[in-house]
């Protein structure tokens, strides 16, 4: 590194925070202004709306019924607004250095409720007269679940020092395989060991490419990606047409908890989901203790810094790097295998560029698994409103608000929503001298 | 490995020339491709299922998987390239020729705006940057040329070419975002570029369904048609039948530019300094910055006029499948650039080879009802293959190097 370039960082790690802290502070000035003027004052004074809270299509374990909520719309935004216009002014006046993103993801959320209680007023555009909380959070959840699985997978990559831009890859070859199995045996937890194999076989892949011959990891992961898109559409034509027996689009039984699935709101969505689902959530916790609670993880985390410094002290980086992208593939590929589990059949392009949502999920998450989670909650939530609205005739239209995840990683990426910083010898091959 | 001989041949191929290289790694992918013929057919699979089942059985497996898999890389040859038998009847009768010249004819067609893009994608390559985001930048030159070439009525003279601007103008709106905030607050061009291509994707299906340019009086995803004045007309005229059009002259000209540009302009020689050694670039006063921008301008504008000449040669209109999936030109244009080894004589070579690999693939699939996807299978495998040079010369016990990375960008995220 040279003397300019030292300089150079220094002077952007003092300027950089006052910057971003007013540019996320204008940004979230401008939310609450949108949300005030146009929802706010948008909004019949009559007008009223129903917030419920029972799920619709629950098979099985129902929680007790839980009354509506019944809120008058023009209050309710004009005060959602306001509150958002206060947290942009604390952040401007106070210049907070730390918990930005806090404050800018909790004035995201009262935007989209403010959106929500704005589109489904009666008297009003919508068809409904109510949005059912419930309903939304559990039909995004299998997105979530999809999205993490993903930023898992980029996360274990990653953190050693190997980008898996293949997560796309991974999640098609785990998906045709896995609904394959699931089909013929209509064994879920087979299933899920054949997509961890083809996800593992992946990774396996591009860590041989990658690490032995020092091929560009990112050219190598985006052929990955093209590689399984074509394969799965040519088997799907060749095998799955033919066959249909091999792709009966079986979905994985909901496995509700006992007393705790009947919690309202939180039961449906946490407590009655698909077995991939709980997975999922120990697969969170397991690789965060790993990561920075144990021995392994200093290991991990040392050879994606710098991975001459961790040679030094006797790690072997190249073994190390081979088990996590391994295991990396292996846990997209489950993320694939969920989705079938999820949505049923197999369709060629149904993973619908989710793996590169995960990549920027991952990105958001700062590398982090329960950043990656809280991400991933982001988008996969948005993505689904932005695939649903339609139906409560919002005048928005769904290609813009699919935009959003996209957006926003672009956003963090350039700086102008917090500050992200990849592991140090991320995407740089290693050799040993 | 050590044991050269005077052959020149021979000396050849054990030489470091990357062409030998690429060749190979052409026929490995041509091998997988048979592979995944074979796993996949029925027909094949039940003749090896009876080899034992008579004397001669084996030689029967044999026969039928040779006459399927040369079946099918029969017709992607025959249906790209030239038909022999057609081809030998036009020049003894001096009859057909539409026939005998329509697969090349084809194949030129799709080239040129593969080349165009490919080039793009070379420039930054060799400026040691990684535009990923041709495709969504080929897709806006799309969006605004179509918008230029079927909104306004002008004479052909004055609509073509400006088009062709409109085109380049909206790669170029879509290249310099990822360029300025390259430069300007060190973000990764990659991920910039990779989300970019699904805003653009996302901003296409608005512009077709919300703005002016759907199709008055369409529901659908499709944008009005470009005026005649402002199409691209084939070259050997209408009534010739044969589609190759103005594209690949227009293709030409780029690699000439492109030529020029990298071996001879000043401009150029500063990208190629910065791709070889951005420190080196430092020290010698080039201004990183600028050069970032720039080669995002320049990138995005040929992926702009890749996208224009698409519309303006082949669809005339765009609808939601505009470049997305296997027809993503932006995406295989990523993987003809590093076949080419991001020069554009080999990017030449590159694009008319992947060119006639989709064009065949669809005779392929018409006459031997196997999917299109096999052509972007080989493709992939061919370019994994050149991305990792080693592993194909130690398959063809070709004289290993020491084992160097591509010299590509191979760098981190931040």
């Given at each position: 590194m040279s003397i300019s370039e030292i300089t150079s960082t220094a002077v952007q790690s003092i300027k950089r925070p006052v910057g971003r802290s007013r540019a996320i502070g204008t940004l979230t000035l401008l939310l609450g202004a949108f949300t005030t003027l146009i929802f706010g004052l948008g909004a019949n004074a009559a007008s009223k709306s129903n917030i419920t809270f029972n799920p619709t299509n629950l098979i099985g374990v129902i929680p007790p019924h839980v009354g509506d909520l019944s809120v008058p719309s023009k209050a309710s935004c004009l005060l959602l607004g306001l509150c958002i216009v206060a947290i942009g002014l604390e952040i401007l006046l106070r210049r907070p250095v730390k918990g930005l993103m806090v404050r800018f993801g909790g004035s995201a959320v009262l935007f989209v409720v403010g959106l929500l209680i704005w589109t489904v007023r009666t008297p009003g555009p919508a068809p409904f007269g109510s949005i059912n909380m419930t309903a939304v959070l559990v039909g995004s959840s299998p997105l979530v679940m999809v999205l993490v699985f993903g930023a898992l997978s980029g996360v274990m990559c990653e953190r050693a020092g190997v980008v898996n831009i293949a997560i796309e890859g991974q999640f098609i070859g785990g998906a045709f395989f896995g609904s394959m199995i699931a089909s013929t045996t209509h064994n879920f937890i087979l299933a899920a060991l054949m997509g961890a194999l083809i996800g593992a076989l992946l990774g396996l892949l591009l860590s041989f490419l990658a690490l032995r011959y020092l091929s560009d990891q990112i050219i190598v992961g985006v052929v990955i990606v093209t590689m399984l898109a074509s394969l799965s559409s040519y088997l799907n034509v060749q095998v799955l047409s033919p066959y249909p027996q091999y792709n009966t689009g079986d979905l994985a039984p909901k496995l509700a908890i006992p007393l705790l699935a009947k919690i309202p709101i939180l039961g449906p969505v946490f407590f009655n989901q698909n077995g991939f689902f709980y997975l999922m959530i120990i697969l969170v916790g397991v690789i965060s203790f790993a990561l920075f609670k144990t021995r392994y993880g200093l290991h991990v985390r040392a050879v994606g810094e710098h991975p001459k410094a961790a040679e030094t002290v006797g790690i072997d980086v190249i073994k190390i790097r081979y088990f996590n992208v391994v295991v990396g593939g292996a846990i997209a590929g489950i993320g694939g295998v969920a989705f079938v589990a999820s949505y049923g059949q197999f369709q060629p392009g149904c993973t619908s560029g989710l793996g590169y949502i995960a990549l920027a999920a991952l990105i958001f998450g700062k590398w982090r698994p329960s950043g990656a989670v809280v991400a991933s909650i982001i988008f996969g939530v948005s993505v689904y409103l932005a695939n649903n609205l339609q139906t409560y005739n919002v005048p928005v239209r769904s290609a813009i608000l699919q935009t959003f995840p996209y957006l926003i990683t672009i956003g963090v990426v350039a700086g102008l929503i917090g500050r992200v910083r990849a592991p140090a010898a991320d995407g740089q091959p290693y050799k040993r001298d | 490995m050590s044991n050269r001989t005077k052959a020149s041949l021979w000396a050849r191929y054990t030489s470091k020339s990357p062409v030998f290289v690429t060749v190979f790694s052409v026929v490995l992918g041509l091998v997988v491709g048979a592979l995944v013929i074979i796993v996949t057919s029925p027909v094949i699979l039940h003749s090896w299922s009876q080899i034992f089942a008579s004397w001669g059985g084996i030689f029967h497996a044999l026969k039928v998987t040779l006459d399927n898999v040369g079946a099918a890389y029969r017709s992607i040859f025959t249906g790209s390239i030239v038909d022999p038998p057609q081809f030998w009847h036009s020049l003894t009768t001096g009859k057909d020729w539409t026939a005998a010249l329509t697969p090349i004819s084809e194949t030129l067609t799709y080239t040129a705006p593969l080349l165009i893009a490919s080039i793009g994608v070379g420039i930054a390559f060799q400026a040691g940057m990684f535009n990923i985001g041709a495709n969504g930048q080929a897709v806006m030159g799309g969006i605004v040329g179509t918008a230029a070439g079927s909104m306004l009525h002008l004479p052909t003279a004055v609509h073509v070419p400006l088009t062709l601007l409109a085109g380049i103008l909206g790669g170029v709106i879509a290249g310099i975002i990822p360029g300025l905030l390259k430069a300007f607050t060190g973000a990764h061009e990659v991920i910039i570029t990779l989300m970019l291509n699904y805003v653009i994707a996302f901003f296409l299906i608005y512009t077709l369904l919300?703005?002016?340019?759907?199709?008055?009086?369409?529901?659908?995803?499709v944008s009005r048609y470009l005026d005649p004045t402002a199409q691209l007309s084939p070259l050997f005229g209408a009534h010739s039948g044969l589609r190759v059009n103005w594209g690949i002259i227009i293709a030409g000209l780029v690699v000439a530019f492109a030529w020029w540009f990298l071996e001879r302009s000043t401009l150029g020689f500063d990208f190629r300094v910065t791709g070889a050694n951005p420190k080196t670039a430092q020290a010698s006063g080039i201004n990183a910055k600028v050069v970032i921008v720039l080669v995002f301008l320049i990138s995005g504008g040929l992926a702009g006029l890749a996208g224009v000449v698409q519309v303006s040669s082949t669809t005339h209109f765009l609808d939601g499948g505009f470049l997305v999936g296997s027809a993503g030109i932006g995406f295989t244009a990523i993987t003809v650039s590093l076949l080419g080894r991001n020069n554009p004589i080999g990017i030449i070579w590159g694009s008319l080879l992947f060119a006639a690999l989709n064009v065949g693939g669809r005779v392929m699939q018409a006459s031997?009802?196997?999917?299109?996807?096999l052509a972007t299978i080989i493709q992939s495998v061919i370019v994994l293959f050149v991305a990792t040079p080693v592993l194909v010369k130690e398959i063809f016990r070709l004289r290993v190097e020491h084992a160097e990375a591509v010299q590509l960008s191979v760098k981190g995220w931040s």
């Open positions: - | 919300s703005t002016a340019l759907q199709q008055p009086g369409q529901q659908n995803d031997t009802s196997i999917p299109l996807d």
